[in-house]
């Protein structure tokens, strides 16, 4: 893979990431508009703002797979979802066990070796 296509993974990962945490805020908002109307709740800008990034990060994905193979690109995907608890901690607050980074370091160490040979 060339550079642009590692940054493309890889920016793919961060969008994901990013994506998590506004469905989290379009929930939290949601919760708030549902009590004044369904119609007001489903037009939540989180909520849209999250589709529209998701619906973004679908055509980045698409053209990531026009040229490199699923098995190659797909492990970034998990660097999204290590990314998200991250996230948590510094925009919501959340706490994380001390066995995250651990965790986090194994699948930072399983994507580099999925990306070898």
Same mark, same amino acid.
């Given at each position: 893979?060339t550079i642009w296509l590692y940054a493309a993974c890889l920016s793919?990962?961060?969008?994901?990431?990013?994506? &998590?945490?506004?469905?989290?805020?379009?929930? &939290?908002? /949601?919760?708030?508009?549902?009590? /004044?109307?369904?119609?007001?709740?489903?037009?939540?800008?989180?909520? /849209?703002?999250?589709?529209?990034?998701?619906?973004?990060?679908?055509?980045?994905?698409?053209? =990531?797979?026009?040229?490199?193979?699923?098995?190659?690109?797909?492990?970034?995907?998990?660097?999204?979802?290590?990314?998200?608890?991250?996230?948590?901690?510094?925009?919501?607050?959340?706490?994380?066990? =001390?066995?995250?980074?651990?965790?986090?370091?194994?699948?930072? /160490?399983?994507?580099?070796?999925?990306?070898?040979?």
């Amino acid at each position: 893979m060339t550079i642009w296509l590692y940054a493309a993974c890889l920016s793919f990962a961060v969008i994901m990431g990013v994506g &998590q945490m506004m469905f989290k805020f379009a929930a &939290q908002d /949601i919760r708030i508009r549902a009590e /004044i109307s369904p119609v007001f709740a489903a037009f939540s800008p989180w909520l /849209i703002a999250a589709i529209v990034l998701y619906a973004a990060s679908t055509v980045l994905w698409v053209g =990531i797979l026009m040229y490199v193979p699923l098995s190659k690109a797909y492990p970034f995907a998990l660097l999204g979802a290590a990314l998200v608890p991250i996230l948590a901690v510094l925009a919501l607050g959340e706490t994380l066990s =001390i066995y995250y980074p651990l965790g986090l370091g194994l699948v930072v /160490i399983g994507v580099m070796i999925t990306q070898l040979g």
